[in-house]
């Protein structure tokens, strides 16, 4: 199955028999420093740049209404993102997963979307859909 959207995700997720977390790292882009005339005119025409973690949040799948309540809680919070950076993390043998579990999990994301090692990752744009990077 392709995802295309969050909200098909929300609800994949939700379907799953075994309890799960949804991981989430919002991303802003910036111009790297150095950037050449041609990386700056690729950034102000919206592409290009490079991706920096700003905030990540662990959600329960079926506490979470949409994509729309997700952005306006994001936007609420902190700073402009670009897009977001979502995964599920299931539940082990002894059940959910537990809070240093999460924990870790989210450290090790935010530190793969620092690195751009992002391909685990599924990414969304600011308006809910699923996006190709590289």
Do not use: N, Y
Not at 52 to 65: E, F, I, N, R, T
Not at 109 to 121: E, K, L, N
Request: glycine share 10%; hydrophobic share 45%; with cysteine.
């Amino acid at each position: 199955m392709s995802i295309i959207s969050f909200d098909q995700l929300l609800r994949v997720v939700r379907e799953h028999p075994e309890p799960r977390r949804l991981l989430l790292v919002f991303a802003g882009a910036s111009l790297p420093g150095g950037a050449t005339d041609e990386q700056r005119a690729l950034f102000e025409a919206g592409e290009g740049g490079e991706l920096s973690p700003l905030m990540c949040v662990d959600k329960d799948p079926h506490a979470l209404g949409d994509f729309e309540a997700l952005a306006a809680e994001a936007q609420a919070l902190g700073p402009s993102w670009s897009l977001v950076f979502a995964a599920a993390l299931a539940a082990g043998a002894a059940g959910p997963p537990t809070v240093s579990q999460v924990d870790a999990a989210l450290q090790d994301m935010v530190q793969s979307v620092h690195r751009g090692d992002i391909g685990r990752f599924l990414p969304f744009d600011r308006m809910g859909r699923a996006v190709q990077l590289g």
